[in-house]
């Protein structure tokens, strides 16, 4: 079994987000951090490369490969925004509805712009996720 190679690094979330060339996609960014700050109570840390992550579960899979991950974050690509809402979208599908232009795979939400989608319904499925991810998580030690 690999280690996972996107852990923790002690890089700076305000330097990654101020390297964004594109002003649009910066502010968005920015914004996400507030966001996630506020929805979570926890600072930003960076994973990998780019992704931008706050807080924290300890996971064991099926297979016996263990790991961490953060309760949500986000990361700039090159077509879009990932938000990561770890829980998936299940439980989501009523706000989706609502949410406006964007697509989601398994556990990741993509959008181009947030002047794209309504703040409100997004803030509410993040704030949400990080509950259910530290509910599922809490015997698990999240953090």
């Not at 840390?45 to 986000?74: D, S």
């Not at 979208?89 to 964007?102: A, I």
């Not at 947030?114 to 319904?121: A, E, Q």
Request: one cysteine or more; glycine letters at 6%.
């Amino acid at each position: 079994m690999s280690d996972l190679k996107t852990k923790p690094t002690r890089k700076s979330p305000t330097k990654l987000i101020e390297a964004i060339s594109h002003p649009i996609r910066r502010q968005d960014c920015q914004q996400l951090l507030e966001m996630m700050s506020k929805a979570t109570s926890e600072k930003p840390v960076i994973w990998g490369e780019n992704i931008v992550g706050f807080g924290r579960y300890h996971y064991h899979q099926r297979n016996g490969q263990k790991g961490m991950w953060p309760l949500t974050g986000f990361s700039s690509r090159k077509q879009a925004i990932s938000i990561y809402i770890m829980p998936g979208f299940s439980d989501y599908q009523e706000k989706l509805t609502r949410l406006g232009k964007h697509t989601h795979s398994v556990s990741c939400l993509y959008i181009t712009r947030l002047s794209n989608v309504d703040l409100d319904i997004l803030a509410e499925m993040i704030q949400d996720s990080v509950e259910v991810m530290r509910e599922r998580y809490t015997s698990r030690q999240v953090r």
